[in-house]
């Protein structure tokens, strides 16, 4: 990335202790803080690199709040330098507010949509990738719940991916079989062209709903595919990749299968662009996480982000489903953590605490923070837009009670 050179003289504010009089106290000159590599108001791509001095005197800065000396900058955002120069009891100040935006014109968004106030299984997923370049969109779906109290609203999904200008999706995939990730789907493939369905092969025959869904994508889908070994996903302009980890097969052919034999048999999808890697879990438990991590290690360890399983169920994060240890977290360690939640039943307390116990670890919450955004450039920096609350943190589901 090539920066222009960029040298700035900035405007002063200065308080000089003089009062004019040739009786007065000696005079200290106002110092003359000088910053290269921004000014005021400038908009840079890729990297900033950001030089600071004064011609007398001493000088302390910060960039949005924290200690500055100067340095490269590389992360996209706005940002805030504030200089404080002072000589004598003469002083001077800078403020330069600045934006820094990715490198390149590519953008991958993972976009966690808010499915609000949704009782239904913990508060439901509905994950929308969208990877743009210069000239278009592609986009693709994982999972799609129904919106709001009692599961109400089921064409949400489709409203909002309309909202959003998808047109055509190349993939669709559901991760389990289960209503908070279903019931919103039928809209969708009945309403948007759709190139792969991939779901995990769960027969529920005596489900009404999950079977307008698999007969909505047998009528509307290109293709219907189950996974039976890591497969990558039709997705986006490439560049980095996107693949589906078979299913854990032990509840598969159960037609009775309990609510927690449903939830480990989810799909788990791994993303990668750049140095950024994410891992989606559906709503994975015990199970599922102990064979993501021993047997797809090299896809889920030591991750930039994770779909916390489970809307942040307890049973998807501790070893014994309850509390203590964590073996799952240790092997992720994201350092960004977002989940899809409702807020009232999720995020369970125990793994809440736990993720946002993790160092350097960014939690986000749809119940608290709304859709959440997590864009990504080429080379892998990534930048987390949410629609409200961005200063609080994630809280317990209301009616979370462990
Ligand atoms: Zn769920």
Same mark, same amino acid.
């Given at each position: ?58 000088? !302390? ?62 508060? @439901? ?18 999972? %799609? ?40 789907? %039928? ?70 299968? !309990? ?28 199970? %599922? ?83 959440? %955004? ?5 080379? @892998? ?16 589901? !209301?009616?979370?009670?462990?």
């Amino acid at each position: 990335m090539l920066l222009r050179p960029l040298a700035a003289v900035l405007a002063l504010l200065a308080v000089a202790a003089c009062d004019g009089s040739p009786s007065g106290p000696p005079e200290s000159a106002a110092p003359v803080i000088t910053v290269t590599g921004v000014t005021a108001g400038g908009s840079y791509t890729g990297s900033v690199s950001i030089g600071i001095s004064v011609d007398r005197g001493s000088y !302390s800065a910060t960039l949005n709040g924290a200690s500055f000396t100067g340095g490269t900058v590389t992360s996209p955002g706005s940002y805030t330098l504030q200089v404080a120069a002072r000589n004598g009891t003469a002083t001077s100040t800078a403020s330069v507010p600045f934006t820094l935006t990715f490198a390149g014109s590519r953008v991958l968004i993972v976009r966690l949509l808010d499915l609000g106030d949704n009782e239904s299984g913990g508060g @439901g997923d509905a994950i929308l990738l969208t990877d743009s370049t210069g000239s278009g969109l592609r986009h693709g779906l994982i999972d %799609a719940g129904p919106q709001g109290v009692d599961a109400s609203n089921p064409g949400y999904v489709l409203q909002r991916l309309r909202d959003l200008g998808v047109t055509r999706l190349d993939f669709v995939e559901l991760t389990h079989a289960h209503a908070d990730h279903y019931a919103g789907l %039928a809209p969708v493939l009945n309403a948007i062209p759709t190139g792969w369905f991939v779901y995990n092969g769960q027969q529920r025959a005596n489900i009404g709903g999950y079977q307008t869904v698999l007969s909505a994508a047998g009528a509307r889908a290109d293709s219907v595919v189950v996974p039976a070994a890591v497969t990558a996903l039709p997705f986006g302009f490439g560049g980095g990749t996107l693949s589906v980890i078979p299913p854990l097969p032990t509840y598969l052919g159960n037609a009775n299968a !309990s609510g927690d034999e449903l939830n480990e048999g989810s799909l788990g999808t791994s993303l990668t662009r750049g140095s950024f890697r994410m891992f989606f879990t559906g709503d994975g438990e015990m199970e %599922a996480n102990a064979r993501w991590r021993t047997g797809f290690a090299a896809l889920t360890g030591n991750v930039t982000a994770l779909k916390v399983g489970h809307h942040g169920a307890n049973n998807a994060v501790f070893d014994d489903g309850f509390r203590g240890a964590s073996a799952w977290l240790a092997h992720t360690a994201p350092r960004l953590a977002v989940i899809s939640a409702n807020g009232r039943s999720h995020p369970r307390q125990n793994a809440l605490n736990a993720i946002l116990g993790l160092p350097q670890t960014e939690t986000y919450c749809t119940s608290v923070h709304g859709e959440i %955004a997590i864009r990504i450039a080429e080379n @892998g920096q990534y930048a987390v837009t949410v629609q409200r609350n961005a200063t609080l943190d994630c809280r317990p589901g !209301s009616e979370a009670t462990t």
